[in-house]
T-cell receptor, first 114, second 115 residues
Framework: AQSVTQLDSQVPVFEEAPVELRCNYSSSVSVYLFWYVQYPNQGLQLLLKYLSGSTLVESINGFEAEFNKSQTSFHLRKPSVHISDTAEYFCAVSEDNAGNMLTFGGGTRLMVKP | EAQVTQNPRYLITVTGKKLTVTCSQNMNHEYMSWYRQDPGLGLRQIYYSMNVEVTDKGDVPEGYKVSRKEKRNFPLILESPSPNQTSLYFC??????????????FGNGTRLTVT
């Protein structure tokens, strides 16, 4: 069975500083990896995903994540954060050919300070 | 507009009073799921449905029921709510056309308080 660990429950950071949100997963088969973002009082939205091919994937708002199979990680990074990036971020994994869809990590609250 | 619609957004009820949270999607998705979100625990799956008339337990199904009589609707039923079911609930859906690589589409959530 798959599982996901987000190592940091909260990450405070100043505006324009770089940030990394960590995600590790465990699975015995091929996986698909996702990052979702939840802004206050809203549902989750897909931020980016890794399905196959290039291990570095990017979102339209400057985030990127790198799939590292040997370390079973999918950390999310942004070189310079904005106040508007304040949100909760969830890493999720889906096993290939599994009947069910996604397992989520516990979430990381990114708090960007001016 | 493609969306997942949950109702109500907020609900306050008392222990033991049956309630239903509705979920509807207009994207013809086969897969639908219910999650509860609690601080520090992330999203935990309650029930999911791979298609009409097919439902399965997730990680935390106790105290909940679901039904999938139509493709677009997937209501969550609490027959006898208890205070430990106070939480933020999300419905989600996706297509299963190409396997498990399709992202989920989420509703805006239902905040339930059971006193």
């Amino acid at each position: 069975a798959q599982s996901v660990t987000q190592l940091d429950s909260q990450v405070p950071v100043f505006e324009e500083a770089p940030v990394e949100l960590r995600c590790n997963y465990s699975s015995s088969v091929s996986v698909y990896l996702f990052w979702y973002v939840q802004y206050p009082n809203q549902g989750l939205q897909l931020l980016l995903k890794y399905l196959s091919g290039s291990t570095l994937v990017e979102s339209i708002n400057g985030f990127e994540a790198e799939f590292n199979k040997s370390q079973t990680s999918f950390h999310l990074r942004k070189p310079s954060v904005h106040i508007s990036d304040t949100a909760e971020y969830f890493c999720a994994v889906s096993e290939d050919n599994a009947g069910n869809m996604l397992t989520f990590g516990g979430g990381t609250r990114l708090m960007v300070k001016p | 507009e493609a969306q997942v619609t949950q109702n109500p957004r907020y609900l306050i009820t008392v222990t033991g009073k049956k309630l239903t949270v509705t979920c509807s999607q207009n994207m013809n998705h086969e897969y639908m799921s219910w999650y509860r979100q609690d601080p520090g625990l992330g999203l935990r799956q309650i029930y999911y449905s791979m298609n009409v008339e097919v439902t399965d337990k997730g990680d935390v199904p106790e105290g909940y029921k679901v039904s999938r009589k139509e493709k677009r609707n997937f209501p969550l039923i609490l027959e006898s709510p208890s205070p430990n079911q106070t939480s933020l609930y999300f419905c989600a859906s996706t297509t299963r056309g190409t396997g498990n690589n399709s992202p989920l589409h989420f509703g805006n959530g239902t905040r339930l308080t059971v006193t």
